[in-house]
């Protein structure tokens, strides 16, 4: 991400997690999503945005691959991804399950929920029944009545990762440009192009 810093040049970011940490630092001077620094709201929020970045999002990621992108379907891999998701799910929903406000941290939704929601909603893509967590759940129909969270699924095109997955034939035709994609890439990677 490119943006124009506080002396007029440009700053170039990368990684996820530290793009997310510097917009709400750099925008959110009103903290709607997110906590005064220095706070407990603030230190506990950076450690669910790094819970994401360095669990939930890699370990989910892998999952998918395995399950829908990978040219050979692996039973090792599949597992390994799936049941450490389920582990992360579990943290999760038990963390929920003692949250006062339903939040991540403190009184209300911060960067930390807003950055896990695209994945938690993308649970039966990657093979999660999410109503083995309710907490988690329940989390997620909370997340899902804001209004930028109701905007946001329908950009580019409505969120298709709900009913998708319970057709094989449109989830195979849906991540045929993906693995064709990807299996582009690792010829060329082979071949040093």
């Avoid at 819970?51 to 390994?80: C, D, S």
């Avoid at 406000?101 to 029944?129: F, K, N, P, R, T």
């Avoid at 999410?130 to 969270?149: D, Q, V």
Wanted: charged share 25%; glycine share 6%; net charge negative.
């Amino acid at each position: 991400m490119t943006d124009t810093f506080t002396d007029d040049k440009a700053i170039r970011l990368f990684e996820s997690g530290a793009i997310q940490k510097y917009l709400v630092e750099r925008y959110d001077t009103e903290y709607k999503i997110s906590y005064v620094p220095g706070t407990r709201e603030y230190h506990e929020m950076n450690c669910w945005l790094l819970f994401l970045n360095a669990g939930v999002g890699p370990m989910q990621g892998q999952a998918t691959h395995f399950r829908l992108y990978a040219p050979e379907k692996l039973e090792y891999p599949k597992f390994r991804y799936h049941t450490e998701c389920l582990r992360l799910y579990r943290i999760l929903n038990e963390h929920l399950q003692s949250s006062s406000s339903g939040y991540l941290v403190g009184d209300h939704c911060s960067i930390a929920d807003i950055a896990h929601y695209g994945w938690i909603a993308c649970s039966a893509w990657s093979g999660i029944d999410i109503g083995e967590f309710p907490h988690l759940k329940e989390w997620r129909k909370r997340m899902e009545t804001r209004s930028a969270i109701q905007k946001a699924r329908a950009v580019p095109d409505p969120w298709p990762f709900e009913d998708l997955p319970k057709d094989d034939g449109a989830t195979a035709q849906f991540t045929k440009p993906g693995r064709d994609w990807f299996l582009k890439v690792i010829e060329q990677d082979m071949n040093g192009q």
